[in-house]
């Protein structure tokens, strides 16, 4: 039998009533009625597949709302949710009948369903994107949708296998990072596991009939070690509680399976929660824990101190007892516990707007973390592209977060992977436009560098800088790139523009198709009325900075080419010939498979001739080439996110650009006038200096960085052995 095959599917008004009424909450009960009675008269007869009485899923739901704490709009919501997109009531009559509140939260939980799509990828992305423009304004819409699809899960049983299947997949990409990212931790494992049972019956199954083997086996452990440290705590009864936990299935899942784990070999399968009232005493049985039992090294984690982003603190310690059982604890208050199991929800109380609790500081912190995820659904909200939303939400909202400070001690978290830039657009939008570079631990770093967890960061800025294009595909998160993208497309609108229409001609060309300006305007027309556009040019500008990527829509541009310019059978072939070609600047790259393709060069390692080079296909800038050992190319293509992206590139036998950015960085004796030898060195040897800069490292020791011009990889080790000749130059490395 499965964990959650004894939940309650169904709960009928009377439930909910009696949920209402035992919460501490002032709700309208008035109002309440009113809705349960419009919603059961709307539904009628209508069944679920299963044939239980329609109805039963609206209370079902708004029973989930109520428990969360929610208000009384809310649970109105919750009611009503189906009722706009499943009857003959609209929004207007629920905005007249109910507030405005309700009628919003119940359209951003409603499908679009009268948008003809091109793709079910597409009408997907465009839900979710409707979702996110309603849960921006107010952040109930998504604890409704959440409850929905809690419920939905628990009785999807009746469901054609491939719908619970397509249901499982979109939890896992999009609905359980987004509860994580609210703190829901119960809503996010439950939607977990539910979803793993469908996706991989077999390892669920593997895995829950392990749990079921050792269930006396963890009640018995759990009962001794409840015990032992209720003793030794000789906290007075009621100040202290116990419990035991395993963690969720879908957790060992990706242990075990994905990692090839065995159950004896996860730390923390075994786990106590303690909850005391206040933080003092956490700290306190922190103490007592260690004196029971031996800590493993490097498994404690202070939440309290740091919380996480989605608000969560806690403190976490693994140890091993006195018969070398491995075990984790984790040590909060009562609030911190409603918090970690509800997040967001938990503090609700929501009084024209956005809350405001008793707490100044908790209420400040609860803005921030809205204002936070305000700022990752805006990007998602801002891409002229649907299709990308999906993606960014998993990358965005990644369980894996690093923690970084800044040189006077402020904390900031971002998913993992996540590079200087995106810390950059994280502390303010403005410093990311004017960055420079970056300092790590007070050592220079590239700009692709990937932050990691404890590490002191600080952003280089100058009044006249500007992002670079190439960020697009170093930055990590969607946030990042929608401001660098926004920065482009109002900064250089003129260049976007002509940058646009010639990277769709010169698709176009690749196909032999070969258009006038109005022709190429008439065909594109179905773009922008899909993507709201006023003029042409506005959908050239988007493709020029990266708002469209020109990848995923030329299928359905040569589609659309087929169908209004491509002679018919019966019609005769009047051969057009091709427009004269002008001799084309040749980067030096030639691309496998493509022809005249836009080429640049990729500054997270400057490549030079000589260098063993692989081609990316970038989202709307043509092919960047990287080293074949550039930290961004994974060693094994095949396992990368989208292997069909990564093309073969050689050097042409005679390369017509005579010069090629490289990146030196010199360690040397620190002494005056090195800086100036430097320079003397590569004036002689004719070298372009692009930039030329030094600082300490240590007392005796400095470091000189680099930018310059040279012709290949041959070239550059000639100036490098020059550079090393240098009096008091220890070491000379390319970057």
């Known amino acids: 039998m499965s964990k959650y095959d004894d939940i309650v599917h169904y709960q009928d008004y009377e439930e909910l009533v009696r949920i209402l009424k035992e919460s501490n909450n002032n709700y309208d009960m008035r109002k309440i009625q009113k809705a349960y009675n419009l919603a059961e008269k709307a539904h009628g007869d209508q069944r679920r597949i299963s044939g239980i009485p329609y109805i039963l899923h609206p209370t079902s739901v708004a029973c989930i709302v109520a428990g969360f704490g929610m208000d009384t709009d809310s649970v109105i919501a919750a009611l009503l949710h189906d009722v706009v997109e499943d009857t003959e009531y609209s929004l207007d009559y629920l905005r007249k009948e109910f507030g405005k509140d309700v009628a919003n939260i119940v359209d951003g939980v409603t499908k679009i369903s009268k948008i003809k799509l091109y793709s079910r990828e597409e009408q997907q992305a465009e839900n979710v994107r409707k979702m996110l423009i309603a849960m921006s304004n107010d952040i109930r819409v998504i604890i409704v949708k959440l409850a929905d699809r809690v419920h939905n899960m628990r009785t999807i049983e009746c469901m054609p296998e491939q719908k619970r299947r397509d249901k499982s997949r ?48 963890r009640e018995k452990f759990i009962e001794k070690k409840k015990k032992e440290i209720l003793k030794a705590s000789k906290m007075p009864a009621g100040k202290i509680y116990v419990s035991g936990r395993v963690k969720s299935i879908n957790s060992i899942y990706r242990k075990t399976i994905l990692r090839g784990k065995t159950m004896d070999e996860i730390y923390d399968f075994f786990a106590l929660r303690i909850i005391v009232d206040d933080i003092k005493e956490c700290y306190n049985i922190l103490g007592v824990i260690h004196d029971l039992y031996n800590p493993i090294p490097r498994r404690f984690k202070d939440y309290i101190s740091t919380p996480k982003p989605n608000m969560y603190q806690s403190l976490h310690t693994t140890v091993i007892d006195s018969e070398g059982i491995p075990f984790e604890v984790q040590i909060r208050t009562w609030e911190m516990h409603q918090t970690a199991e509800n997040g967001i929800a938990a503090h609700w109380k929501y009084k024209l707007g956005f809350t405001r609790i008793v707490n100044n500081k908790k209420a400040k912190e609860l803005d921030a973390n ?29 369980q894996n977060e690093v923690y970084v400070f800044s040189p006077k001690g402020d904390v900031f978290n971002l998913p993992n992977g996540s590079t200087v830039i995106d810390l950059a657009y994280l502390i303010h939008t403005e410093v990311g436009n004017h960055m420079v570079g970056a300092k790590v631990d007070h050592r220079i770093v590239p700009i692709d560098y990937k932050l990691k967890t404890g590490e002191i960061c600080e952003i280089l800025t100058q009044k006249d800088s500007h992002p670079r294009r190439d960020w697009l595909e170093i930055c990590k998160t969607s946030s990042a790139r929608s401001k660098i993208r926004q920065w482009f497309k109002r900064e250089r609108r003129d260049e976007n523009i002509v940058e646009g229409k010639m990277m769709i001609e010169r698709e176009l060309k690749r196909s032999n198709i070969y258009l006038e300006d109005e022709q190429l305007e008439d065909l594109l027309s179905f773009m922008l009325r899909k993507n709201k556009f006023n003029t042409v040019e506005d959908l050239y500008a988007s493709v020029g900075y990266g708002g469209i990527q020109l990848w995923k829509v030329m299928p359905r541009i040569k589609e659309e080419y087929a169908l209004k310019f491509k002679p018919h059978e019966d019609e005769p072939v009047i051969s057009k010939p091709k427009p004269a070609r002008h001799r084309r600047i040749t980067s030096g790259v030639i691309v496998d498979g493509m022809d005249d393709c836009l080429i640049k060069f990729s500054h997270c390692c400057n490549p030079l001739p000589g260098d063993e080079i692989i081609g990316y296909i970038t989202r709307g800038f043509g092919v960047s080439i990287h080293k074949r050992n550039c930290t961004n190319i994974p060693k094994d293509i095949s396992k990368a996110e989208e292997p069909e992206r990564y093309v073969s590139v050689r050097w042409e036998e005679e390369i017509k650009q005579s010069n090629f950015r490289a990146n030196l960085e010199i360690i040397c004796t620190d002494r005056t006038g090195l800086l100036a030898d430097v320079t003397i060195a590569l004036s002689s040897m004719r070298i372009f200096i692009h930039t030329l800069n030094s600082r300490h490292i240590t007392e005796d020791q400095a470091i000189v960085v680099a930018t310059i011009d040279v012709v290949d990889k041959e070239h550059l080790e000639t100036v490098i052995n020059r550079l090393k000749s240098i009096k008091d130059v220890i070491s000379i490395r390319r970057f």
């Open 170 to 217: 979109e939890n896992m990409e999009v609905f359980a990072p987004i509860a994580h990212r609210l703190g829901m931790k119960a809503v996010k494992e439950e939607l977990e596991d539910l979803s793993l049972r469908y996706l991989d019956p077999i390892g669920y199954k593997e895995i829950e009939d392990a749990l079921m083997l050792r269930e006396n086996e």
């Open 370 to 398: 809205i204002n936070r995820i305000r700022d990752v659904l805006q990007a998602q909200i801002d891409t002229d592209d649907s299709t990308d939303i999906i993606r960014n939400i998993r990358n965005d909202f990644d």
